[in-house]
Every structure is written in C-alpha cells, then in structure tokens.
C-alpha cells in the first residue's frame, strides 16, 4: 500500500530520492493507493498505480499478484509508448 506514511521510510520513497538525484521519472507500483498518497507527488514520485483494477478480497489480490502486477506494468507502458 501507497500511502503519507511511505515519506517516512518505505523502500519507495527511497528509490524516489535515488532516481531525483539522476534526474530520473519515478512510476510506483502497489497493491493499492492510500489516503494522501497525492503528497508524494511533491516527494519524488511522478505516478502511481494500483495492481488491485477491480473490488478483490485481499486474499484473491495477493494469489494473483504477478498477473495483477504484469497487466499493470503493461498498460502503464502502452501509455509510455504513446509519448515516445
């Protein structure tokens, strides 16, 4: 989960904070999307996604994670594509 507390020490905050040093786009990829997760958009990080595309037991969410994580990744690309 992406939320305000990922500011304060989760490992996605801290990939954000390399990649601003290189001048680098930061796209953060989670189970889902928190309260404030916005206010990360002034930390370094330039988008987020949730895997979780539809209401799913957290259960069914975490048994089909790679699938959720490969559509994700691929339409967010598709999109990428689209401004390159």
Known sequence: ??????????????????????NKSVIAIARGI????????????DSIF????KPMM?????DNA???LEETAERIMRVVKLFN
């Open 34 to 45: 928190g309260k404030d997760a916005s206010d990360l958009y002034k930390k370094g990080i």
């Open 1 to 22: 989960m992406i939320d305000y507390q990922t500011q304060f020490g989760k490992t996605p905050y801290g990939v954000a904070s390399v990649c601003k040093k290189y």
């Open 50 to 53: 949730s895997i979780v595309d």
């Open 58 to 62: 957290l259960e069914d969410a975490i």
């Open 66 to 68: 790679e699938a959720l």
